[in-house]
């Protein structure tokens, strides 16, 4: 067996946990391999919803293992409060929630830092979402990181007072006042609550199961041109987002890795600062972030908003070995009278289609004008055919197929066009 990916294409906030929640009956284990609770993965189902950050979006089924894979970074504070908020809802995760060993934790003293480095840049931050996960990683690779199976070594609490420690003398080093007390009180709290989950060596555990015949998803987190090496550098996340990322993350070789699922909205988001070639500042931004609930699931933040940017999905795609595609949002246009897509990018007086090394060039995107559709309520009725137009004409730009539609939060408002997708 191999392990199929699912992640987005773009600067994160796809809806892949949704994505995530319709194919999961597909498959016997679902696996994050990377980023912390700067996820916001949200699922609607039964009139409510749920937004997960650190836990998989397979949590919602019963009998399926959900497994936090080594290259997350887990806040034992946040997970206990998802923990705690699915409880309130009838979900118990001990019996199919699984956390790697490996996998790094983020401590109060990583939020700290995160807050006030990015307090010190001024103009210039980089809009971290403020969850310790940059400061966590740069542990990790400094080779001073606490991981989760460091909680069952009888010196546990002296290798954190030490890391705290550390901490404290870095921080000491910017102009920000803090109270470490009540983010600690509740860390470790969350530390007694990630003690009664099961933990494993997941590269193990992982591969056995395909070896068994178990059928494996790993979901991503962020987006491709969030990646720390191929994104808007500096303007990214602090893990690799990239379906490589699946074989560091999971302990996966690059051979195990099956089909690779690429999710992207019908325009484009982002959060944040960092260059964004397609961006509306005007009315017709202000539309699509009313029309699509433009704000984010773990910040609150309003998210800019533009039309579709093909120069950038196609190295998405490209990076992500991408073997199908699945398209969010095309309910949000549902109204606009023409719908544009940026086919190529104006930079120095050429005509390209890469993404250039040095964003901050001025780039001037070259549109292509579709007419524009209407969506019926009813989640049942066929496409219109100028979405159909527009699905048609983003599949020959991409040379990619789009197998699912979502034309709306629940997961009722699902239109799978693949018969190889339809659920069993």
Same mark, same amino acid.
């Given at each position: 067996?191999?392990?199929?990916?699912?992640?987005?294409?773009?600067?994160?906030?796809?809806?892949?946990?949704?994505?995530?929640?319709?194919?999961?009956?597909?498959?016997?284990?679902?696996?994050?391999?990377?980023?912390?609770?700067?996820?916001?993965?949200?699922?609607?189902?039964?009139?409510?919803?749920?937004?997960?950050?650190?836990?998989?979006?397979?949590?919602?089924?019963?009998?399926?293992?959900?497994?936090?894979?080594?290259?997350?970074?887990?806040?034992?504070?946040?997970?206990?409060?998802?923990?705690?908020?699915?409880?309130?809802?009838?979900?118990?995760?001990?019996?199919?929630?699984?956390?790697?060993?490996?996998?790094?934790?983020?401590?109060?003293?990583?939020? $700290?830092?995160?807050?006030?480095?990015?307090?010190?840049? %001024?103009?210039? /931050?980089?809009?971290? +979402?403020?969850? #310790?996960? *940059? &400061?966590?990683?740069?542990?990790?690779?400094?080779?001073?990181?606490?991981?989760?199976?460091?909680?069952?070594?009888?010196?546990?609490?002296?290798?954190?007072?030490?890391?705290?420690?550390?901490?404290?003398?870095?921080?000491?080093?910017?102009?920000?006042?803090?109270?470490?007390?009540?983010?600690?009180?509740?860390?470790?709290?969350?530390?007694?609550?990630?003690?009664?989950?099961?933990?494993?060596?997941?590269?193990?555990?992982?591969?056995?199961?395909?070896?068994?015949?178990?059928?494996?998803?790993?979901?991503?987190?962020?987006?491709?041109?969030?990646?720390?090496?191929?994104?808007?550098?500096?303007?990214?996340?602090?893990?690799?987002?990239?379906?490589?990322?699946?074989?560091?993350?999971?302990? $996966?070789?690059?051979?195990?890795?099956?089909?690779?699922? %690429?999710?992207? /909205?019908?325009?484009? +988001?982002?959060? #944040?600062? *960092? &260059?964004?070639?397609?961006?509306?500042?005007?009315?017709?931004?202000?539309?699509?972030?009313?029309?699509?609930?433009?704000?984010?699931?773990?910040?609150?933040?309003?998210?800019?908003?533009?039309?579709?940017?093909?120069?950038?999905?196609?190295?998405?795609?490209?990076?992500?070995?991408?073997?199908?595609?699945?398209?969010?949002?095309?309910?949000?246009?549902?109204?606009?009278?023409?719908?544009?897509?940026?086919?190529?990018?104006?930079?120095?007086?050429?005509?390209?289609?890469?993404?250039?090394?040095?964003?901050?060039?001025?780039?001037?995107?070259?549109?292509?004008?579709?007419?524009?559709?209407?969506?019926?309520?009813?989640?049942?009725?066929?496409?219109?055919?100028?979405?159909?137009?527009?699905?048609?004409?983003?599949?020959?730009?991409?040379?990619?197929?789009?197998?699912?539609?979502?034309?709306?939060?629940?997961?009722?408002?699902?239109?799978?066009?693949?018969?190889?997708?339809?659920?069993?």
């Amino acid at each position: 067996m191999k392990a199929d990916v699912l992640l987005g294409l773009q600067w994160g906030d796809e809806g892949k946990g949704k994505i995530v929640d319709v194919l999961t009956p597909r498959y016997d284990v679902i696996a994050r391999f990377q980023g912390g609770p700067n996820a916001g993965h949200t699922l609607e189902f039964d009139g409510i919803k749920h937004v997960l950050h650190t836990i998989p979006s397979g949590i919602f089924h019963p009998g399926k293992a959900n497994v936090i894979g080594n290259g997350v970074v887990i806040d034992p504070a946040v997970l206990k409060k998802e923990i705690d908020g699915l409880k309130e809802r009838g979900i118990d995760v001990r019996d199919n929630l699984y956390v790697s060993r490996k996998a790094h934790l983020i401590l109060p003293t990583h939020r $700290l830092l995160d807050a006030a480095s990015e307090a010190s840049k %001024g103009k210039e /931050k980089i809009g971290s +979402t403020l969850k #310790g996960i *940059g &400061p966590a990683y740069m542990d990790k690779t400094g080779r001073n990181g606490l991981r989760a199976g460091d909680i069952e070594s009888p010196d546990f609490r002296q290798r954190y007072g030490n890391l705290v420690a550390k901490h404290r003398e870095m921080l000491n080093q910017f102009e920000y006042a803090y109270d470490l007390a009540p983010l600690e009180k509740e860390w470790l709290s969350g530390i007694e609550t990630l003690k009664g989950l099961k933990f494993i060596d997941s590269e193990y555990e992982i591969n056995q199961m395909l070896d068994e015949g178990r059928s494996v998803l790993a979901e991503g987190a962020q987006g491709a041109l969030l990646d720390i090496d191929f994104g808007s550098y500096p303007y990214v996340t602090s893990s690799n987002t990239i379906t490589a990322a699946t074989s560091s993350g999971l302990g $996966l070789a690059p051979h195990r890795i099956g089909e690779v699922y %690429g999710i992207f /909205k019908a325009y484009c +988001t982002r959060v #944040g600062s *960092g &260059p964004f070639p397609t961006e509306l500042s005007d009315e017709t931004g202000d539309r699509l972030r009313k029309a699509g609930n433009e704000f984010g699931s773990t910040t609150g933040r309003p998210r800019r908003c533009g039309w579709l940017d093909l120069p950038a999905l196609r190295y998405a795609i490209m990076l992500n070995g991408v073997t199908r595609l699945i398209m969010m949002k095309p309910d949000v246009l549902s109204g606009f009278e023409s719908v544009l897509v940026c086919t190529h990018y104006m930079s120095g007086g050429r005509r390209t289609d890469r993404i250039p090394f040095d964003l901050g060039v001025p780039i001037d995107p070259v549109y292509e004008t579709l007419p524009g559709w209407n969506l019926e309520e009813d989640v049942t009725a066929p496409l219109p055919e100028m979405l159909e137009r527009y699905i048609a004409f983003l599949e020959k730009a991409l040379g990619k197929p789009i197998s699912i539609v979502s034309t709306g939060p629940d997961r009722r408002q699902t239109h799978i066009r693949d018969e190889a997708l339809m659920p069993v």
